[in-house]
């Protein structure tokens, strides 16, 4: 323990996953210590006898130590276009992309020592807990094969279908795509989804089965599944153990006999496609991209197409994987370009980087080209009000990293001064901890700034007509115009499709039906899975859907979404009243037919939560919009127990 540790300059996450298994752990976490060293306690003893903790400790070294540890192959060496290979990983959660992308790096000599860093390139804390990809890294691979050097460019997606639209212009600064399926599980709701992006930007497709070091693994029938249900010719594919380093060298043989090349077009006026940035506080924004056409050097003056904004060249260079700066980068490659940019926003995903003299501009930009929008916005109150101006600081630092989070003050009578948050998308991640969908976020702003926050219930943006005026789009349900100012309320739908074992098609199509689901198609899969499709208003997946989900097929089902259109409905607002005053940050839009038993059930949870106070305090009542004005939906008052 150093001494500059102060108490307070630790924080803690006790994560014990039974109490009576001795592999129950406890991790601490040093804030300010200098090199960020990570320490695990656990119990020493026998399983059920109280025991002294023992502490192991070990220091992380920072990515540049780690590579100078160990011989490295991470030196740039510049090939042909015809020996460079660009692919991507695609798979469902928790099928082992992560590891094969760490298993590949390895073997190649990219990165020396495995021991050091397990998943490289999920280098955030929270992804590192959860084991989920978040950001994408990218990674560059010298490789020589039958005597000849090549360059592996691989493009790390991320896992989660709220990312497609980044996971697409992944995809498409690729050629090839590696489709890792769990030889144990077989194709999922999410092998699907990005099997379909992958065919869309043209990508050849190299079946990877992992897993088949776990008993339970039937490459056969997975492969057969695959053939059957994407259509795929599986005679090429590869059988890997990720985790046992089996069949890597073999991957890596199929990728460079099976992937295109990408075009030589060195000549043609610049075209880079951005598929990633991130902000560096101290160099500014980093720009990941794959190089089209043309040819891009140090010092030039640059210009993104479709924000229009103009820039110095200051540094280019490759990710081998960290940064190594060069002079000239040509078509095919992909690289990264620090160019003192300020903002995430002005170097947005799937723009279009060109030279800034118009006779070296490139005609048109590269098209698909599309701005994240946030689909999902929940209230971010401080428990402490003083901490008010550090989450305001926290939320502008979370934005210069992420374009699409938006936020805007927000006060309520019952919570304060907080803010209002938009949010890429569900976030599976959050949920899968049976959290809200800004649990990502939210952590990191507690974790990173110290803050202790209040998230209110997730809401998605609706679209309103007014009796006057044109139609808009609104996030907060408090501002929602009285009935009699209002033509209609559309919401948007999504189009669900799950995947799950036979035996769960009942109680599915039951919570589809239940959260007002449309059911459209229902397929059979190779030997007793079936697939399910329904349209469904993104409303009512923003809170447990996921989670029940899960719970009623026993973990077996995956799911899958995306956007489809606004469609109007018969929605009210939902205010909820504590001792007769309506407390703005609990409102919420929902279905008519579901507000009555919505209302009662909330109302009888504030009746549990609320405190007991020396008087009558309050009395709840929901109450929903009618045309006439509003009723109290909680027919029979529920008074809080007096002292
Ligand atoms: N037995 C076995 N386990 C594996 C293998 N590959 C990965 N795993 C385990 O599967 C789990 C998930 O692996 P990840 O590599 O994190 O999966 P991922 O697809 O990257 O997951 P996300 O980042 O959440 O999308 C981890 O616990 C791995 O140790 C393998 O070949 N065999």
Not at 174 to 200: K, M
Not at 423 to 443: N, Q, V
Not at 537 to 562: I, N, Q
Request: charged residues 25%; hydrophobic residues 35%.
């Amino acid at each position: 323990f150093s001494p500059q540790l102060s108490p307070s300059s630790l924080s803690y996450l006790a994560s014990s996953s039974s109490s009576s298994s001795s592999s129950s752990r406890l991790h601490v976490s040093f804030k300010n210590a200098p090199w960020g060293f990570e320490s695990r306690l656990r119990p020493g003893g026998r399983q059920g006898r109280a025991a002294p903790l023992r502490l192991e400790m070990q220091q992380k070294l920072s990515r540049e130590e780690r590579l100078q540890t160990g011989v490295s192959n991470a030196q740039y060496k510049k090939v042909p276009a015809k020996r460079i290979r660009n692919f991507s990983i695609i798979a469902h959660i928790d099928h082992g992309k992560s590891t094969l992308a760490d298993r590949l790096l390895e073997f190649t000599r990219t990165v020396p020592d495995r021991e050091l860093q397990q998943q490289f390139l999920d280098n955030m804390d929270i992804e590192r807990e959860r084991g989920i990809t978040i950001k994408l890294q990218t990674a560059r691979m010298n490789y020589n094969y039958n005597g000849e050097d090549y360059v592996l460019n691989l493009i790390d997606t991320p896992g989660h279908v709220d990312f497609s639209y980044e996971v697409s212009r992944s995809l498409i600064a690729c050629e090839s795509a590696l489709l890792v399926v769990d030889a144990s599980q077989g194709i999922e709701a999410q092998t699907l989804a990005n099997v379909y992006l992958a065919l869309d930007a043209d990508l050849t497709i190299i079946p990877v089965l992992n897993k088949i070091d776990l008993p339970g693994a039937d490459p056969e029938k997975v492969k057969r599944e695959i053939e059957e249900v994407i259509g795929l010719d599986t005679t090429d594919s590869v059988l890997c153990s990720a985790k046992a380093g089996i069949g890597i060298e073999d991957i890596l043989k199929t990728l460079i006999e099976k992937t295109p090349p990408p075009l030589a077009r060195e000549e043609e006026p610049l075209r880079c496609l951005i598929f990633d940035s991130y902000y560096d506080p101290y160099r500014g924004v980093v720009t990941y991209f794959r190089i089209k056409s043309g040819r891009i050097q140090k010092g030039d003056k640059i210009r993104f197409m479709n924000t229009g904004k103009s820039f110095l060249a200051e540094e280019i260079g490759v990710l081998a994987p960290t940064q190594q700066p060069t002079d000239t980068l040509e078509a095919g490659e992909v690289g990264y370009l620090i160019a003192g940019i300020k903002t995430v926003e002005d170097a947005r995903v799937g723009d279009t980087i060109t030279h800034e003299a118009e006779n070296r501009r490139a005609p048109d930009a590269l098209p698909g080209y599309a701005e994240a929008k946030p689909m999902v916005w929940s209230g971010l109150f401080p428990t402490d009000a003083a901490d008010y101006d550090t989450l305001r600081d926290a939320l502008s630092k979370l934005k210069l990293n992420d374009a699409a989070l938006q936020f805007e003050p927000e006060n309520s009578a019952a919570m304060g001064f907080g803010f209002r948050c938009g949010f890429l998308g569900l976030a599976a991640h959050g949920r899968r901890a049976g959290r809200g969908p800004s649990l990502s976020a939210c952590t990191r702003l507690e974790r990173e700034f110290d803050l202790d926050l209040i998230c209110t219930a997730p809401s998605v943006v609706y679209q309103v007509k007014p009796m006057k005026g044109e139609a808009y789009f609104l996030s907060n349900p408090s501002e929602l115009p009285e009935p009699t100012k209002r033509e209609w309320i559309a919401e948007p739908y999504a189009r669900l499709e799950m995947i799950t074992p036979d035996e769960y098609v009942g109680p599915l199509m039951e919570l589809a039906q239940n959260r007002r689901g449309v059911y459209k198609d229902m397929k059979y899969l190779v030997e007793g899975r079936t697939t399910i499709v329904y349209e469904m208003p993104l409303a009512e997946m923003v809170t447990d859907f996921f989670d029940h989900l899960k719970s009623r097929s026993k973990g077996y089902a995956s799911m899958e979404y995306s956007l489809i259109e606004y469609r109007q409905n018969d929605l009210v607002r939902l205010d909820v009243a504590v001792n007769g005053e309506p407390v703005d940050a609990l409102s919420f839009i929902l279905h008519r037919d579901n507000a009555h038993g919505i209302g009662k059930e909330l109302c009888l949870k504030l009746k549990e939560i609320i405190p007991r106070q020396m008087f009558k305090v309050c009395w709840l009542s929901a109450m929903v919009e009618t045309s006439r004005g509003r009723r109290n939906c909680s027919r029979n008052r529920l008074r809080a127990r007096s002292a």
